[in-house]
């Protein structure tokens, strides 16, 4: 049984906190709006970093932030239980992909259905799939001479951006756009919306369970 420090239980209400573990696999800017946004939240707190690249710009970020992180391998991952038993033994209630770069496997998707949510650098159905991350996404968006990009949150399931769209948000491409000048834009669309739909959702989701 965790300790009400370990639960971190709201002091004035006394109510135990919502626990988002957020996965990444890279610098973790989105990462961060998140956990900056829900440091004073009343219910809803983030319990866990999750990555799988040693040496990750997000794994210095959590622990600056005091909050715990998981180091994930490959095997235990995808060919055992996707690290579901570490997860709700952390108390883990949903679970946000921000820049994460392995495929979410079945045994944790049927653990977290619908309480999964990942954000894509483009404007989904297009760009996606396997081999769409990070500069991959703007030099396709790029090569296509396409007039606007932006961004895409979904919910997760089985396979690469699939999942029911929630959220979408656009920008316009430039004249002379580079695929890093793209991403920063992209990136700043991001960083304004992702903390605050990661919210809708939860609540959302609070809300249709204390309904049930
Ligand atoms: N089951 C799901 N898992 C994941 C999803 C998803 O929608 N369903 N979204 C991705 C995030 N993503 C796009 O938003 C994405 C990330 C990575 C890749 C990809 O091709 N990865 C490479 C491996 C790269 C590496 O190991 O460095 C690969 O699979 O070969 C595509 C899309 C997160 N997971
Ligand atoms: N297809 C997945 C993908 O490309 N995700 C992208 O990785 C970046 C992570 O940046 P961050 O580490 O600074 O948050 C973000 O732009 C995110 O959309």
Known sequence: MRTEQELNVNRES??????????????GTNAHKIIQHFKTHPTIEVALIVCNKPGAGVLSIAENEGIPTLLIEKEPFFRG????????NAGIQFIVLAGFLWKIPQSLIEAYRLHIINIHPALLPKYGGKGMYGAFVHTAVLAAGEKESGITIHFVDEHYDHGDVIFQATCLVEPGDTPESLASRIHQLEHQHFPLIVEQVILAAQQETATK
């Open 81 to 88: 239980d996707g690290y579901v038993p570490e997860l709700q």
């Open 14 to 27: 006394g109510v135990e906190k919502y626990r988002i573990a957020i996965f990444a696999s890279g610098t």
